[in-house]
């Protein structure tokens, strides 16, 4: 017969058999003595709901509607100004070309000034 050592730890539900490393869960008729759930409610990990329907309306508070409407209208800003921000960023790089167009022909017409007053 093998030996085996009880947990007591755990009110006797669970045993360490010879050569085993994981507690195996006794086989006893008490071994869940905890009082049977109300009919009407069962208790989830995440929440609390009649089992009878299949889920509850999401319906949100007030502040959390108005966060997403205000969470909203931050992203839209945001995006408006990074489109001003790209805009500048190509007017002012337009207005480099212009200025250096207008430089090369300032350049060039002192280069040429020779041929125009001889």
């Given at each position: 017969m093998k030996a085996f050592k009880p947990f007591f730890g755990h009110n006797g539900q669970f045993v360490l058999l010879?050569?085993?490393a994981h507690w195996l869960p006794v086989n006893d008729a008490n071994w869940d003595d905890t009082p049977a759930p109300d009919a009407e409610f069962f208790v989830d990990d995440a929440t609390l709901f009649p089992p009878d329907e299949a889920g509850l309306p999401l319906t949100?508070?007030?502040?959390?509607k108005i966060f997403g409407e205000e969470a909203q209208k931050i992203e839209q800003q945001r995006l408006e100004a990074l489109?001003?921000?790209?805009l500048a960023k190509n007017l002012k790089a337009a207005q480099h070309e212009y200025d250096l167009e207008a430089q090369l022909e300032k350049i060039d017409?002192?280069?040429?000034?020779?041929?125009f007053f001889p």
């Open positions: 010879e050569n085993r949100l508070p007030d502040n959390v489109a001003l921000a790209e017409f002192h280069l040429n000034e020779d041929k």
